[in-house]
């Protein structure tokens, strides 16, 4: 029954290997259904090194999935407050409780049928539905395997992809740092070429500056000096004016005198 029941539970998880706590919530409970009793942590864990061997829960989750069993069935009906007795227990003293009760109840069940289990297992190691659990898990394990190696090829082919395309990537990177090297040349080349024009350029501006400055005073004494030939000549004017007002004023008198 219990193989029956693993098989169901390994194939309702197969899609999530690497979660064990709903695993190990089934697997308890499967335990239970097919054995009626509740077992420690190692126990459980022993037996899922038998029926499945790919799951490898942390001991709290077998613990605390174990505890919320143990919740479940007392609310489903209460545990006998009494303890019951074997050649594991103690006799119960005045501080025990029922917790502790229950808890070493489970560990006399959990040794007999262990025993138990040793001892069917000796008695018939190749039992029909053993056999057929094993070879129906094997057949799954098989299956996730080809299913992984093929998920593997398939990543391994992305990867190699992948790493082409990094190379080539990697590749064109480098031609561009060239490029970019090249015209960072350039560029500190021009700026240079800029940099000596443009103290040629200040140099010539101030030549040409000096250059009208200097033509502005020319031009300013060439027209001081036309000022000057303009104020000489109209005093030349005046004096030729005066000098002939005398030769007309003598020439008339010299005219009156021959008259008389």
């Known amino acids: 029954m219990l193989v029956r029941q693993l098989d169901a539970i390994i194939a309702k998880h197969a899609g999530e290997p690497g979660r064990h706590r709903a695993f190990v919530h089934d697997f308890i409970r499967a335990v239970h259904h097919a054995t009626g009793q509740l077992y420690s942590a190692a126990s459980y864990r022993k037996l899922l090194q038998a029926y499945a061997p790919g799951r490898t829960p942390a001991t709290a989750t077998i613990e605390s999935e174990k505890h919320l069993l143990v919740a479940e069935l007392k609310r489903r009906s209460p545990a006998p407050a009494s303890a019951v007795e074997g050649p594991w227990l103690a006799p119960p003293g005045p501080t025990r409780d029922a917790g502790q009760d229950l808890a070493l109840q489970q560990i006399v069940t959990l040794q007999h ?9 000796a008695q018939a190691p190749a039992a029909p539905d053993l056999a057929s659990g ?14 992984t190696e093929t998920a593997l090829a398939a990543a391994q082919t992305a990867a190699a992809a992948m790493a082409a395309q990094c190379q080539e990537m990697a590749g064109l990177a480098a031609e561009r740092a060239r490029q970019v090297d090249a015209l960072q040349g350039m560029l500190a080349t021009h700026t240079a070429a800029l940099s000596v024009l443009s103290t040629e350029l200040t140099g010539a501006q101030r030549f040409m500056m000096m250059q009208v400055d200097g033509v502005r005073g020319e031009t300013r004494a060439v027209r001081e000096l036309c000022e000057q030939l303009k104020a000489q000549l109209k005093e030349k004017e005046a004096q030729v004016d005066m000098y002939r007002q005398m030769v007309l004023s003598r020439g008339a008198g010299a005219g009156g005198n021959g008259l008389r």
């Open 134 to 147: 094993l070879r129906a898990h094997n057949g799954y394990l098989r299956e996730r395997l080809a299913s």
């Open 113 to 121: 049928h262990v025993i138990t289990l040793v001892k069917q297992l």
